[in-house]
T-cell receptor, first 111, second 115 residues
């Protein structure tokens, strides 16, 4: 079966660091994506990992361990505008760029 | 316009109505997708089109009927829907190429309410 787990909700303080975890058990794996989705808006791409290790893009970093079926998204220097849902998605090996999503983590950033 | 645009943004329809959702991508991609996003549930892949050919139908009920007339346009025709079909319907596109697929780009979605 296909299973992607991430916490439902998290809260953090402006200026702090937060780590959002994602674990997956899928029949195939061809990369892992993180998307950000503000309420009522389109999901937007944040990061992509296909090999083990850390990918850094400004305030956002994402880590992957394929042997553990585990990824995290690290957000530094949190801003109020980072309040959003963060979606973890695994690309299926079957081709055509099909994505299997987790239910998303709703992050609330407080002053 | 750039990116992926969807119309309408909001739609309320009765269970006996017929309506269509429209999606257009201006990115030159060769693959388009319909996803369903229900409250507190993961995005569910419904249909995949690659070069206008449907390559995936994820056990979607026949009351949802996709159409892809060309690689830039995608429709979702709706008829005799049920209240549980109320959700956000997201369209996406990507460039599929051997070993180097791009990330998926999403539209803002159509918020559908079935009454």
């Amino acid at each position: 079966g296909q299973n992607i787990d991430q916490p439902t909700e998290m809260t953090a303080t402006e200026g702090a660091i937060v780590q959002i975890n994602c674990t997956y058990q899928t029949s195939g794996f061809n990369g892992l994506f993180w998307y950000q989705q503000h309420a009522g808006e389109a999901p937007t791409f944040l990061s992509y990992n296909v090999l083990d290790g850390l990918e850094e893009k400004g305030r956002f970093s994402s880590f992957l361990s394929r042997s553990k079926g585990y990824s995290y998204l690290l957000l530094k220097e949190l801003q109020m505008k980072d309040s959003a849902s963060y979606l973890c998605a695994v690309r299926d090996r079957g081709g055509y760029n099909k994505l299997i999503f987790g239910a998303g983590t709703r992050l609330a950033v407080h002053p | 316009e750039t990116g992926v645009t969807q119309t309408p943004r909001h739609l309320v329809m009765g269970m006996t109505n017929k309506k269509s959702l429209k999606c257009e991508q201006h990115l030159g991609h060769n693959a388009m997708y319909w996803y369903k996003q229900s409250a507190k549930k993961p995005l569910e892949l419904m249909f995949v089109y690659n070069f206008k050919e449907q390559t995936e139908n994820n056990s979607v009920p026949s009351r949802f009927s996709p159409e892809c007339p060309n690689s830039s346009h995608l429709f979702l025709h709706l008829h005799t829907l049920q209240p549980e079909d109320s959700a956000l319907y997201l369209c996406a596109s990507s460039q599929v190429r051997q070993g180097a697929d791009t990330e998926a780009f999403f539209g803002q979605g159509t918020r559908l309410t079935v009454v």
